[in-house]
T-cell receptor
Framework: GAVVSQHPSWVICKSGTSVKIECRSL??????MFWYRQFPKQSLMLMAT?????????EQGVEKDKFLINHASLTLSTLTVTSAHPEDSSFYIC??????????????FGDGTRLSIL | AQTVTQSQPEMSVQEAETVTLSCTYD???????LFWYKQPPSRQMILVIR??????QNATENRFSVNFQKAAKSFSLKISDSQLGDTAMYFC?????????????FGTGTRLKVLA
């Protein structure tokens, strides 16, 4: 149980285009979803947190207009990298957590998306 | 501010032996949750083990166990009978509440290599 599906796993696109990454909780309702960015050989950096039906809360230093997050349902969140540039190239990971007692609800992670901007 | 420190960037262990990965954290809260995640070369984040701070008993999951020292703010991971498949990056995580939302703070990670 507690499977999170992230799509696509790898995307290459030209500079200036927008890229959408989907994150779905397959067998549970994700009241909260998280988006992380990970640089090579580094830890996960939290970009934003979203609750279903609410606006995302962005971490300090993350551009809201660059990284658009939508959490329209309890099973789907999307991250859109707008007007992507080479410096946006990175590994993006989503995670999701259901309701209930927090301690019994760890975050479950997707497999990540490798984004390469040419 | 809460911080999580993993002081061992890289470690190696012989197959079938035991290895301990260290993690320390800083917090003023009395109740919180701690986790260890494994990230193999596939880069998927896999939950290894978790510990509630109000529980004195150390968590165990098969070959994985923790040594939780609340007063010392230490949360080390012990891997017994190491297997080649344990080769991965290991992240310690502290879960904190910010404005009612619980978020992870990750350590910088320890890269573990199991040698045949």
């Amino acid at each position: 149980g507690a499977v999170v599906s992230q799509h696509p796993s790898w995307v290459i696109c030209k500079s200036g285009t927008s890229v959408k990454i989907e994150c779905r909780s397959l067998d549970f309702q994700a009241t909260t979803m998280f988006w992380y960015r990970q640089f090579p050989k580094q830890s996960l950096m939290l970009m934003a947190t979203s609750n279903e039906g609410s606006k995302a809360t962005y971490e300090q230093g993350v551009e809201k207009d660059k990284f658009l997050i939508n959490h329209a349902s309890l099973t789907l969140s999307t991250l859109t990298v707008t007007s992507a540039h080479p410096e946006d190239s990175s590994f993006y990971i989503c995670s999701a957590r259901g309701g209930g007692e927090i301690g019994n609800q760890p975050q479950h992670f997707g497999d990540g998306t490798r984004l390469s901007i040419l | 501010a809460q911080t999580v420190t993993q002081s061992q960037p890289e470690m190696s262990v012989q197959e079938a032996e035991t290895v301990t990965l260290s993690c320390t954290y800083d917090t003023s809260e009395s109740n919180y949750y701690l986790f260890w995640y494994k990230q193999p070369p596939s880069r998927q984040m896999i939950l290894v083990i978790r510990q509630e701070a109000y529980k004195q008993q150390n968590a165990t999951e098969n070959r994985f166990s923790v040594n939780f020292q609340k007063a010392a703010k230490s949360f080390s991971l012990k891997i017994s009978d190491s297997q080649l498949g344990d080769t991965a990056m290991y992240f310690c995580a502290f879960m904190r509440s910010t404005s009612g939302t619980y978020k992870y703070i990750f350590g910088t990670g320890t890269r573990l290599k199991v040698l045949a």
